[in-house]
């Protein structure tokens, strides 16, 4: 397969799915074709979903906004791809979402995909950059000491939600106290 490929087989598709997986495609795309760590895996592809496919399960690609973004769209289970620092599962949802708690303060994050059976979610807990943010969206971030269901936290991180999953990203600071810097995504996909 070939890039231009790629192309057409998305402007094949329906118009209301075309632009999602425009963006996917254009993060793999780099001078009229793929970025050369990515090359194999569409040469050896067929169609779209085989090359996203590939991507998806290269491991070493697990850091690109493209696998982010297939993950999330193709609603992948990309949990076990990551190590989380701690995990929470089946925790009890109150009044529509995750209750923190700091001192008399209480912030509510509404999640959503909850399992209506039992209403509850799963809390997961990463180091920076522990996990690929785009699989899931930014919510905000919490600093100071906290208690989530029990558990108490320390430092800054952010928040995301992605289904029915609440994750905390952990800060990491240099030694001047800014936030590390963030691992780029550029040139760094795919050991074929």
């Given at each position: 397969?070939k890039?231009?490929?790629?192309?057409?087989?998305?402007?094949?598709?329906?118009?209301?799915?075309?632009p999602?997986?425009?963006?996917?495609?254009?993060?793999?795309?780099?001078?009229?074709?793929?970025?050369p760590?990515?090359?194999?895996?569409l040469?050896?592809?067929?169609?779209?979903?085989?090359?996203?496919?590939?991507?998806?399960?290269?491991?070493?690609?697990r850091?690109?906004?493209l696998?982010?973004?297939?993950?999330?769209l193709d609603?992948?289970?990309?949990?076990?791809?990551?190590?989380?620092?701690?995990v929470?599962?089946?925790?009890?949802?109150?009044r529509g979402?995750?209750v923190?708690?700091a001192?008399?303060?209480?912030?509510?994050?509404p999640v959503?995909?909850?399992?209506?059976?039992?209403r509850t979610?799963?809390?997961l807990?990463?180091?920076?950059?522990?996990?690929?943010?785009d699989?899931?969206?930014?919510y905000?971030?919490?600093?100071?000491?906290?208690?989530?269901?029990?558990q108490k936290?320390?430092g800054?991180?952010?928040?995301?939600?992605a289904?029915?999953?609440l994750?905390?990203?952990?800060w990491e600071?240099?030694?001047?106290?800014?936030?590390?810097?963030r691992?780029?995504?550029?040139?760094?996909?795919?050991?074929?």
């Amino acid at each position: 397969m070939k890039y231009d490929d790629l192309l057409k087989e998305i402007n094949e598709m329906p118009a209301s799915q075309r632009p999602a997986f425009h963006e996917i495609v254009a993060c793999a795309g780099v001078g009229g074709d793929v970025w050369p760590t990515m090359k194999q895996h569409l040469e050896d592809a067929d169609t779209l979903r085989e090359f996203l496919d590939a991507v998806y399960d290269d491991d070493a690609c697990r850091f690109e906004k493209l696998w982010g973004l297939w993950a999330r769209l193709d609603e992948k289970d990309w949990r076990i791809r990551f190590e989380a620092e701690m995990v929470l599962e089946g925790a009890l949802i109150e009044r529509g979402g995750v209750v923190f708690e700091a001192g008399d303060t209480m912030f509510l994050v509404p999640v959503r995909g909850i399992r209506a059976k039992d209403r509850t979610a799963d809390i997961l807990v990463f180091a920076d950059d522990g996990f690929n943010t785009d699989v899931a969206d930014f919510y905000g971030s919490i600093s100071g000491p906290f208690t989530l269901y029990e558990q108490k936290f320390e430092g800054t991180f952010d928040i995301y939600r992605a289904g029915r999953n609440l994750i905390l990203e952990r800060w990491e600071f240099d030694e001047l106290g800014f936030r590390k810097r963030r691992r780029s995504q550029v040139g760094e996909c795919c050991s074929i």
